[in-house]
């Protein structure tokens, strides 16, 4: 079983700053990309922020300059800082990974259940 569990989420004010963390756990060969989608009420779900296992990051051009995305040592945590929130921030942020599970041959989507995200003043 691989289990991606989110923390971080929360009420900022505009300008403010947000860090959010995730951590694939279980029975996991390798990730080879991880990062952060997001989904506002109405809205379909978009890419927020990928990483690569080479450290080779890509972003939303709504997000670039204002947020990071890295991983930790182990490959296996993602984070997402973010800073200079406005309001349009405001979503659901689903973290995902695309991984091999040990014994397995193919690379699949996991996600985790969704942080919330509120930008308001």
């Known amino acids: 079983q691989v289990r991606l569990v989110e923390s971080g989420g929360g009420l900022v004010q505009p300008g403010g700053s947000l860090r959010l963390s995730c951590a694939a756990s279980?029975?996991?060969?390798?990730?080879?990309?991880m990062g952060w989608f997001r989904q506002a009420p109405g809205n379909e779900r978009e890419k927020v922020a990928l990483?690569?296992?080479?450290?080779?990051?890509n972003y939303a051009d709504s997000v670039k300059g204002r947020f990071t995305v890295s991983r930790d040592n182990n490959g296996n945590t993602v984070y997402l800082q973010m800073n200079s929130l406005k309001p349009e921030d405001t979503a659901a942020y689903y973290c995902?990974?695309?991984?091999?599970?040990?014994?397995?041959?193919?690379?699949?989507?996991?996600w985790g259940q969704g942080t919330q995200v509120t930008v308001s003043s």
């Open positions: 995902n990974a695309v991984l091999q599970v040990r014994g397995g041959s193919s690379w699949d989507n996991y």
């Open positions: 279980g029975s996991i060969r390798s990730i080879a990309v």
């Open positions: 990483i690569g296992s080479g450290g080779n990051a």
